[in-house]
Structure formats: structure tokens, C-alpha cells
């Protein structure tokens, strides 16, 4: 069964340039997360849906950060304009409601963004 | 709001070895789920083991126990007869509430085996 699958895997870009990140969730799943790694803060929570909807965008760093997810097997975080300080890995992940495990959150393998 | 801490930057342990990875958590909640994933130098997360915070007995997932102590507020992660390919960052989290999805991670230990 194919995971979660995030593009781009790498993305190099000039500060003030815009960046979208994707992600295809795993098939039946319900809910889907966008989280950011650094070496600073470690794994931050942006925002997560639950049946498309956006629940909580308390992490979204700002407003240059925009997420949406349009339908059940699809979902976009843009940056825009991008700056030096959102360099990090963004991963992507997707859950299914199961009673004996309702936090394993399957991973994509993550887009490692470069702002220079 | 929730908090783990890991205050174990980096462990060596070796191989066939078994070894413990601490975690310590801070919660005002009842209900709550505490979760450890591991981080190869790949990138991926993989999850490895689950906590309910009213389940009595300590979880184990194959050579992973978690050793849950309620009381001190610690979910140590168990790695028995540690092999080379355990080498990775492991990563304790937890969620606001059992059925919660929400999770916040602690910022990580580096565990390395030798062989």
C-alpha cells in the first residue's frame, strides 16, 4: 500500500518567492497533518484536518503560511512570500480513527525546504 | 497545554544490549495517549508504541516496551537486544486526550549502537 507521499522532496528557493508544498494522504484516512522540523523547536504542529475541514491552524507561524485541503486525497501548504527562517523539513501526515491506537499518525518522508 | 522533555541529547548503548530512552511529560489533562516514533537518518517518522494514560499494564510492541509511571509522570521507551539498524532519533509525544490526534513532541534522543 502506497504511504504518504509529500512532494517536493527538496526545494531550494530565494527569499520572498512563493512555495507550495504537497501531500497525498493515505486512502481512507480522515484526518490529515502538516508539521514542521528544526533543529531549534523540533516537530511543530501548523495545522490538521479532520474530513477536509481545517480543526486548528494555532500553529500556522503567520500569515504568510496557508494550508488547504480541497479534498480527501489532497492537500497544499503554501508560503508566501518565503524568508530565510522557514528553512526546515515539513512533513506531512494522515490518520484513521482506531480505537487501540488513535495517535499513530503514519509519516510522509518530508520536504526539506532552503530559503536563502 | 502539554509538554515532553527528553533530556538525553545522544546515548550509545551496544549491540545486543538493551537500553532505556527517558521521557518525561506534563499534562493537566485525565485523559491522555503518550506515543514514541522513530526518526532514521532517512527522515521518515515511524511509529512505534502507544500509551493510553488508564491502561494499567505497560505497553509492548515486539523488542519495544514503554515503562509508564503514572505517578512521576514518565514513559521511558524499552529497547531490548538493540540492534544496528535501531540507530535513529527517537521521539517521545503525547495528545491532549486518548482520542486525540494532536500530538506535541518532545525535541528528540539520538541513539546510536555499536557494534
Known amino acids: 500500500d502506497a504511504g504518504v507521499i509529500q512532494s517536493p522532496r527538496h526545494e531550494v528557493t530565494e527569499m520572498g518567492q512563493e512555495v507550495t508544498l504537497r501531500c497525498k494522504p493515505i486512502?481512507?484516512?480522515?484526518?490529515l497533518f502538516w508539521y514542521r522540523q528544526t533543529m531549534m523547536r523540533g516537530l511543530e504542529l501548523l495545522i490538521y484536518?479532520?474530513?477536509?475541514?481545517?480543526?486548528?491552524d494555532s500553529g500556522m507561524p503567520e500569515d504568510r503560511f496557508s494550508a488547504k485541503m480541497p479534498n480527501a486525497s489532497f492537500s497544499t501548504l503554501k508560503i508566501q512570500p518565503s524568508e530565510p527562517r522557514d528553512s526546515a523539513v515539513y512533513f506531512c501526515?494522515?490518520?484513521?480513527?482506531?480505537?487501540?491506537?488513535?495517535?499513530?499518525?503514519?509519516f510522509g518522508e518530508g520536504s526539506r525546504l532552503t530559503v536563502l | 497545554a502539554q509538554k515532553i522533555t527528553q533530556t538525553q541529547p545522544g546515548m550509545f548503548v551496544q549491540e545486543k544490549e538493551a537500553v532505556t530512552l527517558d521521557c518525561t511529560y506534563d499534562?493537566?489533562?485525565?485523559?491522555?495517549?503518550l506515543f514514541w516514533y522513530k526518526q532514521p537518518s532517512s527522515g521518515e517518522m515511524i511509529f512505534l508504541i502507544y500509551?493510553?494514560?488508564?491502561?494499567?499494564q505497560n505497553a509492548t510492541e515486539g523488542r519495544y516496551s514503554l515503562n509508564f509511571q503514572k505517578a512521576r509522570k514518565s514513559a521511558n521507551l524499552v529497547i531490548s537486544a538493540s540492534q544496528l539498524g535501531d540507530s535513529a532519533m527517537y521521539f517521545c509525544?503525547?495528545?491532549?486526550?486518548?482520542?486525540?490526534?494532536?500530538?506535541?513532541f518532545g525535541k528528540g534522543t539520538k541513539l546510536s549502537v555499536i557494534p
Open positions: 501526515a494522515s490518520s484513521f480513527l482506531v480505537e487501540t491506537h488513535p495517535g499513530e499518525l503514519f
Open positions: 500509551q493510553g494514560s488508564y491502561d494499567e
Open positions: 499534562t493537566s489533562d485525565q485523559s491522555y495517549g
Open positions: 486512502s481512507g484516512h480522515n484526518s
Open positions: 484536518f479532520n474530513n477536509n475541514v481545517p480543526i486548528d
Open positions: 509525544a503525547m495528545s491532549a486526550s486518548a482520542g486525540s490526534y494532536q500530538l506535541t
